[in-house]
Every structure is written in structure tokens, then in C-alpha cells.
């Protein structure tokens, strides 16, 4: 059973740089969720699809982040002229119904 | 809006030591509720849940009862090991017939075990 996959594990970046991270869910999960972990705090919600209609964004998610999900499979989020302030945990979780989202290993990004 | 309140850390216990970790939350209506655990170097797994009131999650030797009347849904194991070691969430989603079901989390407690 494979479980959600994220890529990559690890990223540095300078200050200013754009990044991309990528999703790949649970087979035939259609929902697929990001979330942000800071060093000790809980996830936090940023934005979610429907197969690969994004239909909720977080207020955190500002307009530097933009997240797709084409055809309903795999996702990316893209960060723009990233910050230090973003160096965080991204998690990607997916869902084959409300109230069981299974998380990935996560993307840690370093912000130079 | 939605939040979810758990006991600070971090929590250190002995092995065969009693675990409770208290969580309340704040939430309109009928929220599901879960336990979900992060150990080292790994990514968050669901541990247990409850999805209406008086509802007992249960998992691999960890309890946790829905109490609607108290906002709470404490996590509680009889007998912790050492692998038991890892943060704790606590977390929501709102009770909804459409939406995203999205999780709201506390900050986690740490949790360890010494021999």
C-alpha cells in the first residue's frame, strides 16, 4: 500500500528564489489537503482540492503561493519570491472521505 | 473560529507510567476529533478518533472518550513504553455536509519515555 509521497524531503533556498514542492497522494484519494508546521506548532491549513478543483485557501495562504492540482493527481505548491518567514514544514495529507486524511512525510524548507 | 487546546510540554513519564494528555477544543456544532502522532523523523499518522459525542477512540493501547458536555477529548494509555516517545496533536474538523473537512491542530505535546 502506497502511501502519500512528497518531493522533495528537504530544500534551501535563498531569499527572493521561487521553490516548488510536489504532492503525490493515495491512489483514487480525491481530496487532497497543505498544511504549514512552524518549529513547535501544529499544522496549520492552507489550502485544499477536490480532485482538481481548489476549493478552500487559507487567508495564510498568501499571493506568493499558488497550489495546483491538475487532472485530480498529483499537487504542487509553489512558493514566489520566498521569505525567510516560510521556512517551514509543508505537508501534504490526502482523503478518500471526510475524516481520514492521511499525511506525507513532508517538504522542510530552509530560507536563507 | 475553531480552536483545539492541549497541555503543554513536553511530558516526561517512566515506562509503565499512566498517560493523560489533556485537550479541549472550541468549535460551532458537532466537530470530529482525533489524535494524531508525530515520531521521530516521520510524518504525522492518525493514532484515533470519535465523530459524536460519548464516542471512545481507541488505538494500540490509547483511549481517548468524545465529551461533548466539557469540550474535551483527553488521550489516556495505561501503560506507556518507550516507543510510545513522540508529539502529540490533538485536532478538529467542523461538523459539515460540504467543505473541505479541513484539520484544525493544537500545538502538540512531547512526549518521553525513559526506561
Known amino acids: 500500500d502506497t502511501g502519500v509521497s512528497q518531493d522533495p524531503r528537504h530544500k534551501i533556498t535563498k531569499r527572493g528564489q521561487n521553490v516548488t514542492f510536489r504532492c503525490d497522494p493515495i491512489?483514487?484519494?480525491?481530496?487532497l489537503y497543505w498544511y504549514r508546521q512552524t518549529l513547535g506548532q501544529g499544522p496549520e491549513f492552507l489550502t485544499y482540492?477536490?480532485?482538481?478543483?481548489?476549493?478552500?485557501k487559507s487567508r495564510l495562504l498568501s499571493d506568493r503561493f499558488s497550489a495546483e492540482r491538475p487532472k485530480g493527481s498529483f499537487s504542487t505548491l509553489e512558493i514566489q519570491r520566498t521569505e525567510q518567514g516560510d521556512s517551514a514544514m509543508y505537508l501534504c495529507a490526502s482523503s478518500p472521505e471526510p475524516d481520514t486524511q492521511y499525511f506525507g512525510p513532508g517538504t522542510r524548507l530552509t530560507v536563507l | 473560529g475553531n480552536s483545539v487546546t492541549q497541555m503543554e510540554g513536553p511530558v516526561t513519564l517512566s515506562e509503565e507510567a499512566f498517560l493523560t494528555i489533556n485537550c479541549t477544543y472550541t468549535a460551532t456544532g458537532y466537530p470530529s476529533l482525533f489524535w494524531y502522532v508525530q515520531y521521530p523523523g516521520e510524518g504525522l499518522q492518525l493514532l484515533l478518533k470519535?465523530?459524536?459525542?460519548?464516542d471512545k477512540g481507541s488505538n494500540k493501547g490509547f483511549e481517548a472518550t468524545y465529551r461533548k458536555e466539557t469540550t474535551s477529548f483527553h488521550l489516556e494509555k495505561g501503560s506507556v513504553q518507550v516507543s510510545d516517545s513522540a508529539v502529540y496533536f490533538c485536532a478538529l474538523t467542523p461538523y459539515s455536509g460540504a467543505g473541505s473537512y479541513q484539520l484544525t491542530f493544537g500545538k502538540g505535546t512531547k512526549l518521553s519515555v525513559i526506561p
Open positions: 470519535a465523530t459524536k459525542a460519548d
Open positions: 482540492f477536490q480532485n482538481e478543483a481548489q476549493l478552500e
Open positions: 491512489s483514487e484519494h480525491n481530496r
